[in-house]
Each structure stands twice: as structure tokens, then as C-alpha cells.
């Protein structure tokens, strides 16, 4: 078995919340060794949601260090020195405050890679402003497009600036850095904005844009609810199925599955027809239950799939049998997602207690017993 995909990496993580701690985590997941710094005071807001918490900071170590004073820098410049990447969510500025920002720590290590998560960027008239999920995707035009036709916009429990935006565009950034740095022996600044990196996957709304001079109305684009087979259907006992069947050779199979060959060639049909297929399609569906559907379609190759609940994806054959899933004291936690050939992934370390390993890494930094008695005494750790 091979070493993990990014062992010898070390990690400094400031962040807090969701999209940071998650980002690193996955750092994490695929062998570095992030370190998780956090202040003296109250550390990760996130701790006093241990569940949510546990979920997003797993194989990390936790050091407590006030950055605020002259021997917290002092030690986080010697940290920086051993590192490789330093990933901060803190609004633009801060980190330049506190004394160890990109261009202090790039001078003690010219191969950092320094990313910065925020809500708008490093630059632009919003570069200050508080922000959430909600907010981003408001401004971007991505809460505008979910939901149903002539209802309020949705909001989707999938945070997607959070998690698209920030999380794996940040991941994105630091692989690309570090490959960079592994080759040219220079690091990177890299400057995450979730409302940018968002709205830069918003491509089915753009498209509508550029061709007919605005995006689809909520409800009616082609992959947002538009197409009556690819759409969602209630059954009989009130649940879902959805459908998928963009293309033609998925749709006449599932026609014939269906009984309705007469619908097979009915995908360029008026908007009068095809709503017609949506009603016929609605009372269909409506006559028996979800597991009649997900039988009848079982030997059908036409993109059909019930709608689950997360309890039932948890116990689903398919997810199973991908181990999604790790388990710690009856929790449920994902896997890591990605899978490389000979490396398994592995939880090493549940998320750490705040400041657990504060002492074992100032040892391995060389600072003996004394001098870490005094960190403390002062406050600094």
C-alpha cells in the first residue's frame, strides 16, 4: 500500500465553520497533516456544535495560540517555516493585523501556498461585508433560479457557495499551488471568493442568458423542472421519484417501460403537448407507490431513481458498497469521496479536543519543557 496522496504536506489551518474546516479536512483525509490553530479564548465557534463539528474536522491536530501577541507570531512563523499551505477564512486584512499574512510568511518560506477564504474576495466594493450562503448565492443569481415557478426561492439544504464555492474551490486552488511550488520551488496566493467561485458553475442559467437574453423563469429550465422527463413525481403512498431521461434513447425506454410507446417521439412536441405529458405522467405516477415504481423500473436503463431520505441512503446497497460511510460511537460520518488506487482511506483521528496536541507540536518544533511552561503561563497557548 502506497503512502496517502498528499503525505509530507503539512497544513495550517485558521479557519472556522463549514467551508475552511471542511477544505482542510479533506486535506486531511488524503494524508496531510493539518494542523488546526485556533485563538485562547473560545476557539472554533463551531465547537459548541459538537456534532456538526466532529464532522468536519476529523484526522487533524488542534493548537491553541494567541496570534495577538509578539510570542503567539513568533511561534506561528516557526510553525509557517514547516509548512506548506496555510488556508484562512478571516475577513480581508486581518491576517496582515495580526502580523502573519502572505507577505510576512512567504519571506521564512518562499514555497507557501497561502489561501485565503472569503465571502467576496480580496477585492471589490463587497470585500468587507458579512455574508452567508444564503447571501452569496443571492447575489449571484443562484437563489433566484431554485425552486418552483411563481413561488418563493428555495432554500436547499446543501450549502452551495459554502461547499461548491468554497470548500472544493479552495482544495482546487491548493492542489493547483502546490504542484506549482513542487516545481518551481515559489508558492502561491490563492484567493477564494465563494460567491465567485459559485457563480462561475452556474453554467445552465448562463446559457440561457447568452441565447435568449435572460435566464429561464425559477421552475422551468431545462435541468430545473421545464421538462416533464426531468422532473420529479409524487406516488401513491407520498413519496418521490425522479426522472431523468434527458436523452432520446433513455426517454422511448422509458415509455415502453411506462406502456406509452406513443410518447416516444414526442420530445420536440409543442409546450401544449408536453404539458399534457407532464399531467398524464403526474396521474400515473400517483397511482401506486414508490417501491411498485422502483420494481417496475429495476431491469429499465432509463435514468430513473426513487427520492430517498438521508436515513435511507445511509443503508443503500450502492453507498455501501462505495463505503461512504465511517462510523464513530454510533455516528454516522462520509468518507472521504475520492478513491486512489493503493491508498485506502482511513479515519486516523476523530476531530481533536480544543488545544489536544498544543504541547507535541511546540516539542516537535524544539521548544523544551520550560519554554512551553512559560507559553502558558503567559497565555499564549
Known sequence: MRP????????????????????????ADMGADVIKIEDTHTGDYARTMRGY??????????????????????????LSETADVIVEGFRPGVVD????????????????????????GQTGPFQQQAG??????????????????????????????????GTLSAVMGILAGLVDAKTTGRGRYVDVAM?????????MALMDLNERGRPDPRGTGMLSGGLPWYSIYETADKKYVALGALENKFWVELCSTLGRPEWSDQQSASPDVLEQIRNELKDLFATQTQAYWIERFEKSDCCFSPVLSLDQTVKHEQFLAREMFAHNDERIQYAFPVKFNDYKFEVKRQAPEYGEHTEELLSELGYSFSDIADLKTQGVI
Do not use: W
Not at 443571492?138 to 459554502?162: C, F, H, K, M
Not at 460567491?195 to 453554467?203: Q, R
Open 4 to 27: 496517502p496522496p498528499l503525505s509530507g504536506n503539512r497544513v495550517l489551518d485558521l479557519t472556522r465553520l463549514l467551508p475552511g474546516p471542511l477544505c482542510t479536512q479533506h486535506l
Open 53 to 78: 463539528f466532529d464532522l468536519v474536522n476529523r484526522n487533524k491536530r488542534s493548537m491553541k495560540l494567541d496570534l495577538k501577541s509578539e510570542q503567539g507570531r513568533s511561534t506561528f512563523l516557526k
Open 97 to 120: 493585523r495580526l502580523g502573519v499574512g502572505y507577505d510576512v510568511v512567504r519571506r521564512v518560506n518562499e514555497k507557501i501556498v497561502y489561501c485565503a477564504l472569503t465571502g467576496y
Open 132 to 165: 452567508h450562503d444564503l447571501n452569496y448565492c443571492s447575489y449571484n443569481g443562484i437563489t433566484e433560479q431554485n425552486g418552483v415557478n411563481d413561488a418563493i426561492p428555495t432554500i436547499p439544504n446543501l450549502q452551495i457557495a459554502d461547499l461548491l464555492g
Open 195 to 203: 460567491a465567485d467561485c459559485s457563480l462561475a458553475h452556474s453554467i
